[in-house]
């Protein structure tokens, strides 16, 4: 499968964002669907995560009740709204498929990403 990751860009602190992945193939509604972010100098790590379904999700602590995964299997698509957005948030966000039916938060279990988009968030 190939993703596409696109929506990223310059927002002020408090603002709002919303990331796209778009994937091909036809077993998108099979697996789960995560995303990921990597700032400068710092190891890539969790961000959330999304059932094949979209019945169940998973965030990391930091951005509970500011981002919100969803995904429509019909277009094959998966986003990630974010809202009060901080100057920490500011990474190159990544959408990434596993193989797995059930979510999870290891990135090692993920056998395709997408080319990562850059979320810059000013204070």
């Known amino acids: 499968v190939q993703l596409q990751a696109s929506g990223g860009g310059l927002v002020q602190a408090g603002g709002s964002l919303r990331l796209s992945c778009a994937a091909s193939?036809?077993?998108?509604?099979?697996?789960?669907m995560g995303w990921f972010r990597q700032a400068p100098g710092k190891e890539r790590e969790f961000v959330a995560a999304?059932?094949?379904?979209?019945?169940?999700?998973d965030y990391q602590d930091s951005v509970k009740g500011r981002f919100t995964v969803s995904r429509d299997n019909a277009k094959n698509t998966v986003l990630l709204q974010m809202s009060s957005l901080k100057p920490e948030d500011t990474a190159a966000y990544y959408c990434a498929r596993t193989r797995r039916t059930l979510m999870t938060r290891e990135a090692r279990l993920y056998d395709s990403w997408g080319q990562g988009t850059l979320v810059t968030v000013s204070s």
């Open positions: 193939g036809r077993t998108f509604g099979s697996y789960s």
């Open positions: 999304i059932d094949k379904n979209g019945y169940s999700t």
